[in-house]
């Protein structure tokens, strides 16, 4: 039995570097903000996340394994080289605009730890990332046990807190009960659905299964890594709504920020609740600046044709690209950017049901997928899947365009 759950923890990978980077400051503020104001109330979509992650990650797993040929590749050779190129600039619009958050996270983490101004982080693990990025032979093993490393901070950081505010069984089983969701509401819904259900992770997964050097004979073991990892990001994210529900909706304290949330469990529980829940915040938010670049790097990179392995020169460089503008961005910049934030969002929002398309498109492809393409139930999930997160793209847009007015 022993031995069994070490092969099994040897075999993950790609799965668990996913899980690390949609779990990123972002993801842990929105659902700290959700469990202070609602209280249990939203666990049910965090459901309906998981399940949708899963059915495009398990499409990306299977279309890895199965083919030589990066996804974006095919999709270019497949539907045109227009369909890659906005998938790719999506992808990289996306990641720069959520890399100033990512930094964001990692100072407000190492502020809460130290005490040391939160903008002199940026600059330390910023290069860091860098290092890795240009110093490692084979930067998909690096990065695998790295995240494994992160994820267990994560879990164990999270689950400590959880055992602090002692949540009510009854009340927190009734959240996973869906309800009828008010106008007033759909905002916060969309931004819970977006943080948790990402298509260019999805999508970036099949490009982890083939650095891994995965083929049709691990298909099983990739679907297991992909299993393990999904449900290990919904379980984490589901112990912070828990804990802020748990601790600050019976009081009525709502939270703004990772940092609120920081704050708030030391003014109930101490100083060590603080420092406790900045080292998850930390471990999540390097591994969110460190993959989220990487994928964001990758995924133009190989959408222009220029090189698809994050062991190639192209890639690297739209990863450092990434990197260093977000490090610029959140130590000298900060609060003038907010308006170019707005932007990027904007125009990688619109694009990202293309990316759902195009990965629907593929695995509904015989001649592509084979026998391996999806089956009736897969499609009916991932067309309620995409259905969703085109209506978290209209709530988003809504929002982005209602903020653009306010300069």
Not at 75 to 82: E, F, P, Q, R, T
Not at 332 to 344: C, E, H, S, T, W
Request: proline share 2%; hydrophobic share 55%; charged share 10%.
């Amino acid at each position: 039995m022993h031995s069994k759950i070490q092969g099994i923890v040897r075999s993950l990978g790609p799965g668990i570097i996913i899980a690390a980077v949609v779990l990123g400051p972002g993801s842990i503020t929105v659902s700290s903000q959700i469990g202070a104001t609602y209280g249990f109330g939203f666990l049910w979509v965090l459901l309906l996340a998981c399940l949708f992650m899963i059915t495009y990650t398990s499409m990306s797993a299977r279309f890895g394994v199965t083919n030589s040929d990066s996804i974006l590749q095919t999709i270019s050779g497949k539907y045109g080289k227009w369909f890659a190129v906005t998938i790719g600039t999506a992808a990289f619009l996306a990641s720069l605009s959520f890399q100033f958050g990512n930094n964001f996270g990692v100072g407000i983490a190492m502020n809460g730890i130290t005490g040391i101004d939160e903008r002199v982080w940026p600059m330390i693990f910023t290069p860091l990332a860098l290092l890795l990025l240009f110093g490692a032979k084979n930067l998909y093993k690096v990065l695998e046990k790295l995240m494994m490393v992160l994820v267990l901070i994560m879990i164990v950081s999270f689950f400590i807190n959880l055992l602090l505010t002692s949540p009510e069984i009854i009340p927190l089983l009734k959240g996973f009960v869906p309800h009828r969701v008010e106008n007033e509401q759909l905002g916060i819904l969309a931004a819970l659905l977006g943080t948790s259900f990402s298509l260019a992770g999805a999508m970036y997964h099949s490009y982890l299964a083939q650095d891994k050097g995965w083929k049709k004979e691990n298909l099983k073991v990739s679907l297991r890594d992909t299993f393990i990892g999904i449900i290990m990001l919904s379980l984490i994210t589901a112990v912070i709504i828990i804990t802020s529900a748990s601790s600050l909706h019976p009081l009525g304290i709502t939270v703004t920020s990772a940092a609120d949330m920081a704050l708030q469990l030391e003014s109930l529980f101490g100083s060590a609740a603080r420092i406790i829940f900045s080292l998850g915040l930390c471990a999540a938010a390097f591994s969110s600046l460190m993959v989220n670049a990487i994928i964001g790097g990758g995924l133009m990179s190989d959408g222009l044709g220029l090189g698809r392995s994050m062991n190639e020169r192209m890639p690297k460089i739209f990863t450092m690209i990434i990197l260093i503008t977000g490090m610029v961005v959140a130590v000298f910049l900060r609060g003038n950017v907010v308006y170019a934030l707005i932007m990027a969002q904007a125009s990688s929002i619109l694009a990202v049901p293309l990316i759902g398309l195009g990965m629907f498109l593929i695995a509904n492809n015989s001649k592509i997928m084979g026998i391996y393409r999806n089956n009736t139930r897969q499609n009916i999930v991932a067309m309620i899947g995409l259905l969703s997160i085109s209506l978290m793209v209209y709530f988003m847009y809504r929002s982005l365009l209602m903020n653009l007015g306010t300069f």
